[in-house]
């Protein structure tokens, strides 16, 4: 079974910076797509930011602030996130995904991030 690992977060003030990654505890071959996603206390899980081989994809909230990159190599995934604000505060989750056969998806446990002063 494969479990994603998520580190990186933590507490921040508003304007400043933290980044999360996430690693694969082994090679996963085929992922078409990467993603993170957060949900804050009483809201929906949503979408963050998405990589896949070639495309970037983020929410409108956090386009300019926020950049996703991945690392085939480590099979990680990373989320840079600046000029952070209060609003940013939820608990964060990675997403490694293949829609193709042999298809699966995978979460992280999540890691909290608190915008705060």
């Known amino acids: 079974q494969v479990q994603l690992v998520e580190s990186g977060g933590g507490l921040v003030q508003p304007g400043g910076s933290l980044r999360l990654s996430c690693a694969a505890s082994r090679t996963i071959a085929g992922i078409n797509v990467m993603g993170w996603y957060r949900q804050a206390p009483g809201k929906q899980r949503e979408l963050v930011a998405q990589i896949t081989s070639g495309t970037t994809n983020y929410a409108d909230s956090v386009k300019g602030r926020f950049t996703i990159s991945r690392d085939n190599a480590k099979n990680t995934v990373y989320l840079q996130m600046n000029s952070l604000k209060p609003e940013d505060t939820a608990v964060y989750y990675c997403?490694?995904?293949?829609?193709?056969?042999?298809?699966?998806?995978?979460w992280g446990q999540g890691t909290q991030v608190t915008v705060s002063s």
């Open positions: 997403n490694f995904g293949r829609y193709v056969f042999p298809p699966y998806d995978y």
